[in-house]
């Protein structure tokens, strides 16, 4: 079974940046996408960010220009550079794992988030 590991979150001031990193038990060459996405509560889970196998990148309109999704294979990990943050960036961020199974269906994983606090 795969886990996932978020790391990084923290407070920040606008115009801040912050770094996650998210840790994978299984490797990151497995996956077909890793992702970021972001919840504040009472809201749906967002999609910031996806990384794809091939090595293309996909980014929510809101985080475009400011966030970069990046692969460590020598880590593992799928890290999120996050710059010139806002306070509605605030939220619990979480890492996805995507991939196919031997039974021909896609399997989805999740870590458990790291909070991510922006305000002055």
């Known amino acids: 079974q795969v886990q996932l590991v978020e790391s990084g979150g923290g407070l920040v001031q606008p115009g801040g940046s912050l770094r996650l990193s998210c840790a994978v038990s299984a490797s990151i060459f497995s996956f077909d996408v890793l992702s970021w996405y972001r919840q504040v509560p009472g809201n749906q889970r967002e999609l910031v960010a996806s990384?794809?196998?091939?090595?293309?990148?996909k980014y929510s309109d809101s985080v475009q220009g400011r966030f970069t999704i990046s692969r460590d294979f020598a880590k593992n990990t799928v890290d999120l550079q996050m710059n010139s943050l806002k306070a509605e960036d605030t939220g619990v961020y979480y890492c996805n794992g995507e991939r196919g199974s031997t039974s021909g269906s896609k399997d989805n994983y999740w870590g458990q988030g790291t909070q991510v606090t922006v305000s002055s």
């Open positions: 990384a794809f196998r091939y090595g293309s990148s």
